[in-house]
């Protein structure tokens, strides 16, 4: 398994942009699709972004579409998620996750797949 570290989380008002990082260690970081998930209080975690290892295909939750945007470096080891336009309703703890896979297309959108996680960043978007 690797280690997950997100940061970059914050307050910021609506309308405004963060950047979230995960830095992943412990293994071979271009052999790992990777995801960002929220859970917002009270509700189920769920899916916001996924990228392939290769960094070449990725795929995101209808309601992020053109608003966020995933990213890796895997010179850095690193996992990025550009976050335009905020809404309140994006206020959450995100969470970074990654899973090893042969499959170096693949954008796993399901929770359950990933074996690895970080500890989480809150995002607040405020009004």
């Known amino acids: 398994q690797v280690q997950l570290v997100e940061s970059g989380g914050g307050l910021v008002q609506i309308g405004g942009s963060l950047k979230l990082s995960c830095v992943v260690s412990g293994r071979t970081f271009n052999r790992y699709a990777m995801g960002w998930f929220r859970q917002a209080p009270g509700k189920e975690r769920e899916f916001v972004a996924g990228?392939?290892?290769?960094?070449?295909?990725?795929d995101y939750a209808d309601h992020v579409k053109g608003r966020f945007t995933i990213s890796r470096d895997n010179a850095k080891s690193t996992m990025y998620l550009q976050m335009n336009s905020l809404k309140p309703v994006d206020t959450a703890v995100y969470y970074c996750a990654a899973k090893r896979t042969s499959l170096g297309i693949i954008v796993i959108k399901e929770q359950q797949v990933y074996d690895s996680w970080g500890q989480g960043t809150q995002v607040t978007v405020s009004s």
């Open positions: 990228i392939s290892w290769t960094g070449g295909f990725s």
